[in-house]
């Protein structure tokens, strides 16, 4: 859809997280120990990517939708979506509005194309936000609609959680989430307010339905006219720190802050500078000029990094998997030895047209994928049709050494 374009030019810890995180594809049996295969550097796909279909509410109603970034908490695992557009069942299919972000769980980790929502919706109730306005924000919503204004407040969440270290098995499993807010006029966002914190928790660790999401902290964050930290995606390495691949225009920064700490508090986090060193503070001006390190994965969009020790190429256990600022509807692979990089990356293919409209928002999701053949599930946004829909496939990826694995 033409204002995610302009969004992503714009806008754009020993615990993992567990949507960018390391899933073992050691082999069960204990002898003889082998090493799993690797993926062969530089990449390339054994095949043409492979298409399993949109994603579909297990309802018979329709909801186009974007985005399509996965997370899990306490073991389950939810899909985070942008603009949903909800309508009544069939044959009326009435529209109901327009959700600037929801959740919604995969119910089935073996059917990644299917989703449900937390709660039942009445024939004419649409879903509601996972991200909530605030009463300032549903009062500015209010007034633009009372002046026939086709403007809106949107909570985008692109870059994925951190789970909070030590409560995923506790009483309340916790994670800390940003969200990229702005305004939107027609299909453009004309006005970014700047980077949020979100807390996750579920109250219930057996009961996916119980997640709830809380804003915390002041808002925004930082300064709205620099970089929305975290926008793009954010990664809780084992060195004990989260880093937050951050876009901003054509640049992408990075920062970091000890995933132990309140990610609600300014003062924890430090940003790398050009120098290589990370500092407490920066200011503008921004991009070429300024003194923050601004080509983090140059050109790259949205995305996912990853910790795979067992799969990325030795020595170089960071991966990045998405697509570039420029919506061309293919896929880059990225390798690193730090999160900061420097990155390798590099272009493997292009996804299919589907309904022939800009492919953009790719995300991996480890818990689909099968990296022991060399297997990474992937989702994509199409806008090809009113409303966007998400695509889930698989990329088939040579690998090297380990033992290999038999075709099916």
């Known amino acids: 859809m033409h204002k995610l374009k302009s969004a992503f030019s714009a806008m754009t810890s020993p615990t993992k997280s567990a949507s960018d995180s390391h899933i073992s594809s050691q082999p069960q049996h204990q002898a003889p120990s082998h090493q799993p295969p690797r993926l062969r550097w530089p990449p390339a796909l054994l095949s043409p990517p492979l298409t399993l279909g949109p994603i579909l509410d297990t309802s018979p109603r329709h909801y186009p939708r974007d985005f399509g970034r996965s997370i899990q908490l306490s073991g389950h695992t939810y899909y985070l979506f942008g603009d949903t557009f909800c309508f009544s069942s069939p044959p009326s299919q009435n529209f109901l509005g327009v959700t600037n972000n929801t959740i919604a769980l995969v119910p089935d980790l073996h059917t990644p194309a299917k989703s449900t929502w937390l709660q039942e919706y009445g024939e004419e109730e649409r879903v509601e936000e996972f991200v909530s306005y605030t009463e300032e924000e549903e009062e500015m919503c209010r007034r633009w609609k009372e002046e026939g204004k086709n403007k809106r ?3 985008w969440a692109f870059g994925g959680i951190a789970p909070v270290p030590n409560t995923q098995t506790s009483g309340c499993a916790e994670a800390w989430m940003f969200y990229d807010s702005g305004e939107t006029l027609e299909a453009s ?25 809380e804003r915390t902290g002041p808002f925004p964050l930082f300064d709205p006219t620099g970089p929305s930290w975290g926008n793009m995606s954010i990664l809780s390495a084992p060195d004990g720190y989260t880093y937050l691949l951050t876009g901003r225009d054509l640049d992408n920064y990075i920062a970091r802050l000890l995933t132990s700490s309140s990610f609600a ?19 503008p001006p ?18 996912a990094l990853l910790y795979l020790p067992d799969f990325a190429p030795e020595g170089k256990p960071y991966v990045w998997v998405g697509c570039s600022k420029f919506l061309t509807g293919r896929v880059w692979v990225g390798v690193a030895e730090r999160p900061e990089g420097k990155w390798e990356v590099v272009d493997v293919g292009e996804l299919p047209r589907g309904e022939g409209g800009n492919r953009y928002c790719v995300y991996p999701h480890v818990w689909g994928s099968r990296l022991e053949r060399g297997e990474v599930m992937v989702s994509w946004s199409d806008d090809g049709t009113m409303g966007g829909k998400v695509l889930v496939g698989v990329l088939r990826f040579e690998t090297e050494g380990g033992e290999g694995c038999a075709d099916e």
Request: net charge neutral; glycine share 14%; charged share 10%.
């Open 189 to 213: 966002v004309i006005h970014g307010r700047g980077i949020g914190v979100a807390k996750l928790s579920l109250s219930s660790p057996s009961n996916p339905n119980t997640i709830v999401c």
């Open 286 to 303: 921004y991009g070429p000029l300024g003194s923050l390190a601004h080509d983090i994965l140059a050109g790259q969009g949205q995305g």
């Open 153 to 155: 407040i949107v909570n």
């Open 265 to 283: 508090d300014p003062s924890n986090y430090t940003f790398l500078h050009k120098d290589g060193h990370w500092h407490p503070h920066y200011s």
